[in-house]
């Protein structure tokens, strides 16, 4: 009996596709910061969507202020010229939800570097820039749905603008100018504070600058040795500003700053992003260290 020997047959895998290593690189690194921006971007509006409790608070407390201030004191306060009260607070309650929007800012902040979430970015092939970008641009997309629905209850409580389209986009946008100015201060407290509970704290801070301003009375109206301190305020200088573009009452002031207070309220927020911006940077590199 003859045996044949079957010679092995060797299968040859199949040649795998070429992987194109260049898919990435096609593109420059300002196109992929974009990109990585955006992607940040969604990523902190989708936590937003996830915490209903966070939403009802950001969006919520405006239209609170608004109530409370205005009709529960609105009766007992005055407003130089006579005018109507619900008019003149509706410039400072704008300023002032753009103001406080920065300690939301560091508590976010402060709370992704407690979860390793800044540094698992950090580890990730993405534009360095994109994490404090993005939390600019998530921030400035929450200041806008923020001031639609102050403005929204405004018109309802009896609010106008007086001041055509044009005068009342500028005033909006000095608003937002102030916030994106503050971003800056939220994240760099974000990324000294050790804590969410230390960022909590902040409400310190940011309640006797929104006071002692011409948020809620006039500085005219206010002692003598105060007055200046509250016409010098950053935020006065905005919702000064604002309250003179929307044609509302109470906008005027007999001080340099009252008188300029437009020019200002660009000055100011300018002069806070030079300052906090490095600082936010700086501070960011130095996680890694």
Known sequence: MTTTARTPTHRTPPTAAPVDLTLDTRHGRAYWAVVDCGNVVRRTLLNY???PAAILWVLGFPIV???LYGFVFGSAMRVPGDGDYREFLMPGMFATTM?????????????????????????MPMAPSAVTTGRGVADLLVACAELAILATTALAIGWTSDGGFAATALAFGLLLLLRFALIWVGVWAGLVLPNAEAAGALYAVIFPLTMVSSVYVAPALMPSWLAPVAAWNPISSTVTATRALFGNPGAGGGGWVEQNAVLMAFVWPLAITAVFLPLAVRRFQRLSR
């Open 49 to 51: 969507r996830r915490q």
């Open 65 to 67: 202020s608004v109530l």
């Open 99 to 123: 103001a406080f929007g920065f300690m939301n800012t560091a508590t976010t902040v402060v709370t992704d570097v407690g979860k390793g979430v800044v540094d698992r970015f950090r580890s």
